[in-house]
C-alpha cells in the first residue's frame, strides 16, 4: 500500500530565511509525487511534481523539491520565503499501477512567515 | 479560461436528509476527481471518472456514496441519509487527459454541514 507522511503540522519562519516542508513516502512501486499548495479560501494548486525524469524538480514560485529513492523523501524546499509563502502545503503519492489517477495526500503542513 | 466551478459553494442539511453536489470541470478535461477534506487533515481520494465512466470507484466510504458524470462533462456526487460525519469539504479536480500524472486543477469546494 502507498502512503504519505508529512512530518510536520507546522513549520514557522522568518521572512527571507529558508524552508524545508518534508515528507515521506512509502510505495511498493516507483511513484510519482506532487507539492500541492492551498491559501485561505483558495483552491489547492500544484507546485511540483516529479515523475521519473530528473530527481531535482523545480516549481513555482522559487519553490524545490528532490526525489531520494534511498531516503524514501521528497522534501519542499525554498532559498528565501515570502509572506505570500503562509499557506498549508500538502506532499501527495500516486499509484503508478492505476495509471496515476489515484492519488494520496498527506495530511499537510501549515506555512507560516513572520516578518 | 475558466477554472473548475463546484457549486453550492456551502450546503447545511439536516441528518438523514439527501444531497447533491456539482462539479464543472474545464471545458475539454476529460479526467474529473472527487475528494473529500476533513478539518484539518489532507484531501481524501474518492472516486475519479475519464470520460463518462467511473474508472476508480474504491474511494467512495460506503453505498450512501454515488457520483455520476452522464455526459462527460459536469458531474454529481450524491450522498444518501446524510450523517454528521459527512460534514466536509468536497473538492472536485480535472486534468486535460489520459496521462495520469496530469496536473489536477482544482475547484473551490463544497463545505457540506450536517446538523
Known amino acids: 500500500a502507498q502512503s504519505v507522511t508529512q512530518l510536520d503540522s507546522h513549520v514557522s519562519v522568518s521572512e527571507g530565511t529558508p524552508v524545508l516542508l518534508r515528507c515521506n513516502y512509502s510505495s511498493s512501486y516507483s511513484p510519482s509525487l506532487f507539492w500541492y499548495v492551498q491559501h485561505p479560501n483558495k483552491g489547492l494548486q500544484l507546485l511540483l511534481k516529479y515523475t521519473s525524469a530528473a530527481t531535482l524538480v523545480k516549481g513555482i514560485n522559487g519553490f524545490e523539491a528532490e526525489f531520494k529513492k534511498s531516503e524514501t523523501s521528497f522534501h519542499l524546499t525554498k532559498p528565501s520565503a515570502h509572506m505570500s509563502d503562509a499557506a498549508e502545503y500538502f506532499c501527495?503519492?500516486?499509484?503508478?499501477?492505476?495509471?496515476?489517477?489515484?492519488?494520496?495526500f498527506g495530511a499537510g503542513t501549515r506555512l507560516f512567515v513572520k516578518a | 479560461g475558466a477554472g473548475v466551478s463546484q457549486t453550492p459553494s456551502n450546503k447545511v442539511t439536516e441528518k438523514g436528509k439527501y444531497v447533491e453536489l456539482r462539479c464543472d470541470p474545464i471545458?475539454?478535461?476529460?479526467?474529473l476527481y472527487w475528494y473529500r477534506q476533513s478539518l484539518g487533515q489532507g484531501p481524501e481520494f474518492l472516486i475519479y471518472?475519464?470520460?463518462?465512466?467511473?474508472?476508480?470507484d474504491s474511494g467512495l466510504p460506503n453505498d450512501r456514496f454515488f457520483a455520476v458524470r452522464p455526459e462527460g462533462s459536469v458531474s454529481t456526487l450524491k450522498i444518501q441519509r446524510t450523517e454528521r460525519g459527512d460534514s466536509a469539504v468536497y473538492l472536485c479536480?480535472?486534468?486535460?487527459?489520459?496521462?495520469?500524472?496530469?496536473?489536477?486543477?482544482f475547484g473551490p469546494g463544497t463545505r457540506l454541514t450536517v446538523l
Open positions: 479536480a480535472s486534468s486535460s487527459s489520459g496521462q495520469g500524472f496530469d496536473t489536477q486543477y
Open positions: 471518472f475519464q470520460g463518462t465512466g467511473a474508472a476508480d
Open positions: 471545458s475539454g478535461h476529460t479526467a
Open positions: 501527495v503519492v500516486s499509484d503508478p499501477r492505476t495509471g496515476g489517477f489515484k492519488t494520496i
